[in-house]
Every structure is written in C-alpha cells, then in structure tokens.
C-alpha cells in the first residue's frame, strides 16, 4: 500500500510541475505577444528624402514626422531622436512612407565622390585633352562611353577600335590637371582631368587603353539610351560598308586602291 501510495504522490506532483511549467509558458508568450503589440514611436518619412540630404534638416525642412507603430514592426536601426544623425547625411534616397533608418545614413566625411561609391564601385580621375573630355560639356550625373583604337597584336599596323566601356558615371566634369599632366601626360597638351566610377574590373581597361592606344568620351543620352550589337571595326570593315560585293570585288581585283582582303 506504501508503495502505491508513494507512485500516486510521485506522479500527482509531476502533474502538477507539468502544469505550472503550462502556466508559465502562456504567461511567457501572452507577455511576449503584449510586448510585440506595444505601440512604440518611430520616425517615419513625411516626403521623399533625397540622398545626401543633412540630418541636421530632418525635422527643419519637414522630411520626417513621428508616428507609432507595433514594436514587432520597427525597422533594424531605426531611428529614434533626428539629433542622433545631424552630423551624418542620407546615403540612399528614403521614400514617403519608410521608417527612417540610422543605417541609412553616412558621415559628412563620406559626402559628396564618396557617397556615390558602394560595392565594386572606384573613383577613378583620368587626364586627357579638352575634346576627349568633352570639356565644358561632361558635368557631374552624365554618363559616357569610352571609345578607343589600337594595334592589333601590339607592334603591328593592324589598327581596330570599339566601344570599350559603356554607361559609366561622371562624378566630376572635366577640370584643370597640371600636377597629373607633368607626371603622366608626356607633354602631350592634356592638361585637364575627369572624375569617373568604374568598377574594379572597368578601371583595368580604362588604364590600358589610357596607356596603349587612343581614347575618347562619348557623351549618352540622359533618359531612353539604347545600344547598338556589339561591334569591332578596322580598315576592311570601314572600306567594305555599304558597298555591295560585286563593287567590293571590282575594286580589290583593279589593285588601283591597293586594298587587299
């Protein structure tokens, strides 16, 4: 009898440890949940916040208005008092509507070229002449082609251009370089320098063709620019566009050109 009595007592109170560890699990999520429901105030986007904007005029200019919204909602970083970021500027646009987010915000430090890099993204300045870089033209926010011509394989006569670089940024129009043209320019009259952002992999061939052949900026439309196939040109394709084959043939077999295929 003592025996089941002892099982009995044994197991009443596994029960009842079962059922107060029931009790605080609820009462853990119910507070929990409660928790998450809580309404906490946020900073929210009153208008579009253009990049570069100072965090210093947040709440001067009328670019953020406080709201409150469930805690579970609030965003990574987000902002709490607009004085934790006046000495800081916006990185990326923030839109109408978005919580405002500390992480979206750099250091003045970082204003201006710099907050245009990210990622692969480099500052690259590249010297030249008033007509390779459209001086007076190019302006910071254009875009640009590089168009260059070379000897194919170096050493020889064999001269092919192309498109090499397409869609690339100006970050600064073109501006006096005496220092970068006494050390690099050879005396050629390139007195003046550009600001680009190429990535890691554009600057490689921007350096070589600056270095080995001839070169020139293209300027690109600013809205609906298209690109025509990708395409190499030299003598024979220059001499036989828009000929016919028979004209092409005449004239190759007369050697009056001294053209040969």
């Known amino acids: 009898m003592t025996y089941r009595l002892r099982n009995l007592g044994l197991a009443i109170a596994l029960a009842a440890v079962a059922v107060l560890l029931v009790f605080y699990y609820v009462s853990q999520e119910r507070g929990r949940l409660q928790e998450n429901q809580e309404l906490v105030p946020v900073w929210v986007a009153a208008k579009d916040i253009p990049a570069g904007t ?41 839109f109408k509507g978005e919580q405002v987010s500390q992480l979206r915000f ?7 070229i710099r907050s245009q890099l990210t990622g692969n993204l480099r500052a690259v300045q590249l010297p030249g002449t008033q007509h390779q870089l459209l001086s007076g033209v190019l302006q910071a926010g254009d875009r640009v082609d590089v168009v260059g011509t070379w000897n194919v394989p170096e050493g020889a006569t064999h001269h092919v251009s192309r498109v090499m670089l397409r869609d690339i940024l100006v970050l600064e129009g073109a501006k006096s370089a005496d220092v970068a043209s006494k050390i690099s320019e050879g005396g050629q009259g390139q007195n003046l320098a550009i600001k680009l ?40 394709t220059l001499f036989e566009d828009g000929l016919k084959g028979q004209q092409i043939e005449e004239i190759v077999q007369s050697g009056l050109s001294g053209v040969t295929e």
């Open 54 to 94: 100072s965090g210093a005029d947040l709440e001067a200019n009328g670019y953020v208005v406080q709201s409150e919204i469930e805690r579970s909602q609030v965003a990574p970083g987000a902002l709490l008092e607009p004085a934790d970021v006046s000495e800081k500027i916006v990185s990326d646009e923030i």
């Open 106 to 112: 750099r250091s003045e430090a970082e204003k201006g």
């Open 197 to 236: 952002a190429l990535t890691d992999a554009q600057e490689q061939k921007l350096l070589w063709i600056a270095s080995n052949g001839v070169w020139t900026l293209v300027l690109r439309p600013p809205t609906d620019a298209a690109d025509s196939p990708e395409s190499a040109e030299n003598y024979w």
